[in-house]
């Protein structure tokens, strides 16, 4: 038998890496989208008999003696794909290099809802907003972000789910798309009214991935909070004479407001004067809750309005007196 035949059968029964490797595979690393082209060299320091080992790909059979041999594929379709560059020698034994590829695929969808709900949601009541990625790899770089819109635009970040070390372990040899759903655990108040809920799914795969990172968002799911009624007013109002009486309420289903005087239910004044002067107590009530609010209330009398009418009857006043004395010196 061929002596170098006989060291390639001694290379695939015993693998191993010899005290002194001078192979070197470039680049290092790869991260491929799934079914893209992907290549890599292998370099050595002397002219030697070199060869590549992969379930994929174009390359020489072992037993070229070059310093350099390319592995290359048209369309990467292994998801454990391991690529493994070696040189056998009658000298230095074996030696291998084995290239890391890290094969992706973006999700199909990504989507949001309440996990066993519809409708409006309670104020104080304990909810789960549930995000699912939809065939997506590798799933350890996956990271998922639960976001909050305000009425007003701004956003704000929720949370963002940590990698997961028993999906990493789990999936160290599976590295197929697979679906994954994250939960977000959350009490919602009045101020989440009109509200909307998104959530984003990233493949972060370093320096060798894509840059920017991938990033796929849901739809946004809006939000209705029902909650107990809410006074905005303060405990004193001051109010000029000939204005109303107003106190804004709020409350999701829209409450209903009576007004009190000394325990008498009245419509609150559209015109006040002097005498509409002391304390309201306000009730609200909605199928939520209701609330009680009391204000003190300060009819303002118009000081200019007073004036003005002063000066315009001193003014006629001079006007009599001035005719008068005209009419004495003629």
Excluded at 115 to 137: D, I
Excluded at 167 to 189: C, K
Excluded at 285 to 312: F, K, M, P, W, Y
């Amino acid at each position: 038998m061929h002596a170098l035949s006989l060291l390639l059968i001694l290379h695939l029964l015993k693998p191993g890496v010899c005290e002194s490797c001078s192979l070197v595979v470039s680049p290092a690393g790869l991260v491929v989208k799934y079914g893209a082209p992907a290549s890599a060299n292998c370099t050595s320091d002397t002219v030697t008999s070199m060869g590549w080992e992969s379930s994929l790909g174009e390359f020489p059979l072992f037993g070229t003696e070059v310093k350099e041999l390319t592995w290359r594929v048209d369309s990467l379709t292994d998801w454990n794909i391991k690529p493994q560059c070696f040189e056998i020698s009658e000298v230095g034994g074996q030696c291998a290099r084995v290239l890391k590829v890290t094969v992706y695929k973006l999700p199909d969808r990504v989507s949001i809802r309440y996990l066993n709900h519809s409708g409006p949601v309670v104020e104080g009541h304990q909810y789960s907003l549930h995000c699912l990625v939809q065939n997506t790899a590798p799933i350890e770089h996956l990271r998922v972000t639960f976001f909050k819109v305000s009425t007003n635009g701004e956003q704000t970040v929720l949370y963002t789910q940590p990698l997961n070390n028993d999906i990493l372990q789990l999936n160290n040899d599976m590295r197929q798309p697979v679906n994954e759903s994250y939960s977000l655990q959350f009490s919602p108040t009045s101020v989440d009214d009109g509200a909307q809920w998104f959530c984003s799914a990233m493949l972060d795969l370093g320096p060798e991935g894509p840059r920017p990172p991938a990033v796929m968002e849901s739809d946004r799911l809006n939000t209705t909070v029902h909650f107990a009624p809410e006074f905005s007013c303060s405990a004193k109002l001051q109010v000029r004479a000939g204005e109303g009486l107003t106190c804004d309420v709020r409350g999701n289903p829209l409450p209903s407001v009576t007004w009190l005087r000394d325990g008498q239910v009245l419509t609150p004044p559209t015109h006040l004067s002097r005498e509409d002067a002391g304390n309201y107590t306000l009730m609200a009530l909605n199928r939520i809750g209701r609330a009680n609010h009391t204000v003190e209330v300060e009819v303002l009398h118009d000081r200019a309005a007073r004036g003005a009418s002063c000066q315009a009857a001193g003014s006629a006043t001079v006007a009599v007196l001035l005719h008068q004395l005209i009419h004495w010196l003629y």
